[in-house]
């Protein structure tokens, strides 16, 4: 690699890595917000919420890399020419193709990068994710050790307790059960203790009372008891959480027998030929969103009001070729033999630099077009 490329390239690098950085920081500190209240409200640790934020992040990098990827062209391609040193080039002979070499480098560097999240972390954190969530949803302990609060362990189930002794005893409990829309059900005890019985929690009332509310003809029976032993294990719906996800599936995987894993993940075919070449797609869309970056300033020319037309018109391109490709989504789930529209966008995206390259290596011609059609 020549020391030109070299030097835009380690630009790029650099200034690729300083957006990624502050992106992954700004939307991470949005979801942290939203997960530590979910997390810590429900009585867990902040070793938890620290954990479901490590593995939440492959996706998120994800997210922000091709826009971090476009943030860098556009930044450093403007620097360039801001300093003269683009002119200098050009005025050396090198071409708009040449320079555009270091960038269509660092586009497939970026572009390696989110094959590895794509294919192999962000699948991996994910499935490892939902297995921990659902290792907390059946929590119930954590879920109910929260003083002075009334919680919602699952819909329609309400419990409170007014202190905790530091021995473990619940003081003050009442336990609401309105699940049954034919019958509900109110404990009241003084005090109470959670037992683990193998997979299971018990919650052990002693010295309280017991409300049942028939709704058909509004009866309320009581019963006042010594202690009573509730099996909080059902206030978790019993649904199996593991059910295999082709999200959380490797890319390798996803190239088997569709018919199995559309039986197994409960997926059409549609949705697996999606979720496949979305990921194959994906890579290429880093490589887009750096060309587009650098061929629109480049051809932007020199403007007293700086080269901020050109950095809305090359946002404005990449939210366009973004839009197609989500729209495009629907269509392979309907139907998965039309999976290869699913590389319309990153095609379309190509023919554009292609064009915009071109005319910035022929500038003559763009005037000649222009003054034709004026005339």
Known sequence: MARLDRYVLSQLVVLFGFFALVLVAVFWINRAVVLFDRLIGDGQTALVFLEFTALGLPKLIATVLPLATFAASVYVTNRLNNESEMTVMLATGSSPWRLARPVMVFGLISALMMSILTHVLVPTAQAQLGERESDVSQNITARLLTEGTFLNP???????????DDDGVLRDVFLSDRRDAQERQTYTASEAYLVRNGDGTTLIMVDGLAQRLRTSDMTLSTAKFADFSFDISALVSGKDQKTMSIRNMRTWALLGNWDAISKDANAS??????????????????????????????????????????????????????????????????????????????????SLVTGMLFTAANPRWWYLRRRKASA
């Open 154 to 164: 699952t819909d329609g189930v309400t419990f409170y307790t007014r202190a905790i």
């Open 269 to 350: 075919r549609g949705q697996i030929a999606e979720e496949l070449h979305s990921r194959l797609a994906q890579p290429l869309f880093c490589i887009v969103a750096a060309s587009i970056g650098f061929s629109t300033l480049l051809i932007g020319g020199f403007s007293r009001f700086g080269v901020w037309r050109e950095v809305v018109i090359a946002f404005a391109l990449l939210i366009f070729i973004d839009g197609i490709r989500s729209s495009l989504s629907d269509t392979v789930i309907k139907d998965a033999s039309l999976w290869a529209v699913l590389y319309v966008p990153a095609f379309i995206g190509a």
